[in-house]
Structures are given as C-alpha cells and as structure tokens.
C-alpha cells in the first residue's frame, strides 16, 4: 500500500472511530425506528454500517500491515467498486434529490429538531466525499462489469425486499413515497431502483479503470 493509501485510510479510521463516538454520545431514535424493522429498513443505514465496517476494517489493518496479501486486495477493490461507491452516490442522489422535490417524504422538517446537521450529513453527505477520495487517492484493480454484475443486481434487490418484507409483516413503508404509488408504479419504481444501481456500478467501474489509465500515463 502506498503512503498516500495508508494515510487516507488511517484517517477514515480516526473520522470512523469519531462516528462511533458521536453514535454513543448522541443516540437518535425517530418514532419511524421504533416500529417494525427498526433502522435496518432504511438504505441510508445499511450504507452508514456497510461504510463503518469498511474503513474501520482497512483502516485498522493499515496500521498492522503496510501491504495487502493479494486475496485481501482484490476483495477490497471489489467490496469498493460494486458496494461502496456506487451505494454511497444512490443514497446521497435518491436522499438529496428527492429532499429537494419534497422533502417531507424523506426527511419531514420535525426531524430538524431531533437529528443534528453533522449527523445528517454524516449519513447523507460525507459518504460520497470519503467514497470520490479513496476513488482519486487509492489504486483499485477494478472488477470487470460481468464479474460485478451479480452482485449489483442481488444487493439492492436484497434491500427492496427486505422493504418489502417490512410493509407485508407491519403495512410500514420505509420512504412515505412508497405508499403513495400504486403496483405498477412500485413495480416500475423498484426495477428503475436496481437498473439504477446498476448503472452506478458501471460508472464506478469505468471510473475507476480511466483513474488507472490516466496513472500509467502519469508513470509513463
């Protein structure tokens, strides 16, 4: 691992390690987590604990190890490139994009008093700061689209049927904005959802392999 590496991932150790802290020291608790489903029905939570797990898992072994065996490596770069990148771009577009059309389907103005402006973004903003950084600053060998594709295509499913697992066991919609459409259009919505993520994961991947050109050009 390269010293730029070791230092970026050293640091999200110590910004990861803060997160925890600040998750203990002020604890929120909406009504919407009280019910069925809890926090986990949300996206943005699996991204916030997917993230925490990540830079605390590489983080830490940054300061054990100053090169990844192989086996770790790949795993890492392909972890990166299919959940964390792409993962962290939908939430903060899908939050923000929709907080902007109307936000009361996301996060009604109440919430103001209960949830603080780092948490908020901490949870909807920062994610996709940290995510471009380790883009630039981080050598990844990128998945090809067919190796990736599986997952991109299993892991945002696994999240919608968790959703909709949560609303058949409880009649909750994890965004208000789900309750409002009708089966075609949940139908047509959450296929948009995959497809979407999809996408995201090949402009991740072409990201990632233009970053990699442009650096053996640099060498060169």
Same mark, same amino acid.
């Given at each position: 691992?390269?010293?730029?590496?070791?230092?970026?991932?050293?640091?999200?150790?110590?910004?990861?390690?803060?997160?925890?802290?600040?998750?203990?020291?002020?604890?929120?608790?909406?009504?919407?987590?009280?019910?069925?489903?809890?926090?986990?029905?949300?996206?943005?939570?699996?991204?916030?604990?997917?993230?925490?797990?990540?830079?605390?898992?590489?983080?830490?072994?940054?300061?054990?190890?100053?090169?990844?065996?192989?086996?770790?490596?790949?795993?890492?770069?392909?972890?990166?490139?299919?959940?964390?990148?792409?993962?962290?771009?939908?939430? #903060?577009?899908?939050?923000?994009?929709?907080?902007?059309?109307?936000?009361?389907?996301?996060?009604? #103005?109440?919430?103001?008093?209960?949830?603080?402006?780092?948490?908020?973004?901490?949870?909807?903003?920062?994610?996709?700061?940290? *995510?471009?950084?380790?883009?630039?600053?981080?050598?990844?060998?990128?998945?090809?689209?067919?190796?990736?594709?599986?997952? #991109?295509?299993?892991?945002?499913?696994?999240?919608?049927?968790?959703?909709?697992?949560?609303?058949?066991?409880?009649?909750?919609?994890?965004?208000?904005?789900?309750?409002?459409?009708? *089966?075609?259009?949940?139908?047509?919505?959450?296929?948009?959802?995959?497809?979407?993520?999809?996408?995201?994961?090949?402009?991740?991947?072409?990201?990632?392999?233009?970053? *990699?050109?442009?650096? *053996?050009?640099?060498?060169?």
């Amino acid at each position: 691992i390269g010293s730029v590496e070791v230092l970026f991932y050293r640091c999200m150790l110590a910004y990861h390690l803060f997160v925890c802290w600040y998750r203990v020291e002020y604890p929120v608790y909406t009504p919407a987590d009280k019910t069925y489903g809890g926090k986990w029905k949300y996206l943005t939570h699996w991204n916030a604990m997917l993230q925490l797990l990540y830079y605390l898992l590489f983080g830490i072994l940054s300061l054990v190890t100053p090169s990844l065996p192989t086996t770790l490596r790949k795993t890492r770069d392909y972890i990166y490139h299919v959940i964390i990148l792409p993962l962290s771009v939908f939430v #903060a577009a899908m939050f923000w994009g929709l907080y902007h059309w109307d936000r009361e389907m996301v996060f009604p #103005a109440w919430l103001d008093e209960m949830i603080t402006p780092f948490f908020n973004h901490q949870k909807h903003t920062a994610i996709i700061i940290w *995510s471009l950084a380790e883009l630039c600053l981080v050598h990844h060998v990128v998945p090809s689209f067919t190796h990736g594709l599986l997952l #991109a295509v299993l892991f945002p499913s696994c999240y919608l049927m968790t959703v909709l697992y949560v609303n058949y066991k409880s009649g909750v919609w994890a965004y208000p904005i789900l309750g409002v459409l009708d *089966s075609t259009g949940l139908g047509v919505f959450l296929a948009s959802c995959i497809l979407g993520y999809v996408g995201l994961f090949w402009v991740s991947a072409t990201l990632g392999r233009t970053r *990699s050109r442009v650096q *053996s050009v640099k060498i060169e």
